[in-house]
Each structure stands twice: as structure tokens, then as C-alpha cells.
């Protein structure tokens, strides 16, 4: 199984990115999909989660109302959509993929990651 995320980059506080995330070596209409990241000194925490079919979305609080998490069966890929990007965003960004097909919340609840993609917000 492999994750391959991409679309990170610099970007302005404010400003916007995509994140993707390409999945393969499983059928990945079947599993619910999670976006996580990690911040320089700070342990990974949840960002956001959906369900195989695209809904039962949930965000972190800090996200919220910003980000959104989309996915394409047929691609076999996820999205995380930011907006209005802030400084305290900048992290690495990892893709999971879920043990189930539901969103889940939990980094337990995730089998295979990706490798990671910085985004750096600056202020």
C-alpha cells in the first residue's frame, strides 16, 4: 500500500492550498480517509476525516470552518482544501489511510500513512 501526498509548499498567511493524496495497492472506495499533522516540537495530531463514500466529515476545532476534506473514488484520492491559512497551520501533513471504512478521529484507528508534505504559513 502506498499514500502519496503532495502540495505543500510557502505560502502567505491568508492565502490557500490543496493538499492531495494519492492511495494504491488497496481498494480505496473501502476505507474512510484522515488528514494529520505535525508541528517542529509537537506530537501529530488529528486535522480532519472522511468516510469512503465522501461524508461523515470531521474537523478539528483549529480547522474548522477553513479546511475541508474531500475525496474521488475514481482517482483514488483525498483532498484537504485550506483556506485562509494561518502561521500556527504550518506542519507536515500526513495522509492515512482508515482501518475501516468510517471517519475516524484517532491515529490508531489509521493502518498506512503517507510520507508526508510541509506547508509553511508565514506571517
Known amino acids: 500500500v502506498q499514500l502519496q501526498a503532495s502540495g505543500g509548499g510557502l505560502v502567505q498567511a491568508g492565502g490557500s492550498l490543496r493538499l492531495s493524496c494519492e492511495v494504491s495497492?488497496?481498494?480505496?472506495?473501502?476505507?474512510?480517509m484522515g488528514w494529520f499533522r505535525q508541528a517542529p516540537g509537537k506530537e501529530r495530531e488529528f486535522v480532519a476525516t472522511v468516510n469512503w463514500i465522501g461524508g461523515g466529515t470531521v474537523y478539528a476545532d483549529s480547522v474548522q470552518g477553513r479546511f475541508t476534506i474531500s475525496r474521488d473514488n475514481a482517482q483514488n484520492t483525498v483532498y484537504l482544501q485550506m483556506s485562509s491559512l494561518k502561521p500556527e497551520d504550518t506542519a507536515v501533513y500526513y495522509c492515512?489511510?482508515?482501518?475501516?471504512?468510517?471517519?475516524?478521529?484517532?491515529?490508531?484507528?489509521?493502518?498506512?500513512w503517507g510520507q508526508g508534505t510541509q506547508v509553511t504559513v508565514s506571517s
Open positions: 492515512a489511510l482508515g482501518r475501516s471504512r468510517y471517519s475516524r478521529s484517532s491515529q490508531s484507528d489509521y493502518g498506512y
Open positions: 495497492g488497496r481498494t480505496f472506495s473501502s476505507y474512510g
